[in-house]
Nanobody, 123 residues
Framework: VQLQASGGGSVQAGGSLTLSCKASRRTSSNNGMGWFRQAPGKEREIVATISWSGGNTYHTDSVKGRFTISRDNAANMVYLQMNSLRPEDTAVYYC?????????????????WGQGTQVTVSS
């Protein structure tokens, strides 16, 4: 499975972006999906995850109320709507496909990773 992330860019603080991630194909099992990010000099961190059904989601505390993860299984797509962006949101954002159907929060539970898309927020 190949994951293609897109939608990154440069915005001013307070702006919005929507990241998209398309899977090249649907796997034989139902998979949760996640968005992670890595800022320069920092470790990769979880941003948001969503179960196969979309019924369960997780958003890390720093993005709660500002970011929303969603998915369209018919289109093999997962999205991350990002509002009220802050300079500290600047990072490369990666989408990943989970091993299981749940909204796993551990990176070890994700098997396939996209190439990343850069998000830069200026103050």
């Amino acid at each position: 499975v190949q994951l293609q992330a897109s939608g990154g860019g440069s915005v001013q603080a307070g702006g919005s972006l929507t990241l998209s991630c398309k899977a090249s194909r649907r796997t034989s099992s139902n998979n949760g999906m996640g968005w992670f990010r890595q800022a320069p000099g920092k470790e990769r961190e979880i941003v948001a995850t969503i179960s196969w059904s979309g019924g369960n989601t997780y958003h890390t505390d720093s993005v709660k109320g500002r970011f929303t993860i969603s998915r369209d299984n018919a289109a093999n797509m997962v999205y991350l709507q990002m509002n009220s962006l802050r300079p500290e949101d600047t990072a490369v954002y990666y989408c990943a496909q989970g091993i299981y159907a749940g909204a796993s929060i551990s990176p070890q539970m994700y098997k396939y990773w996209g190439q990343g898309t850069q998000v830069t927020v200026s103050s």
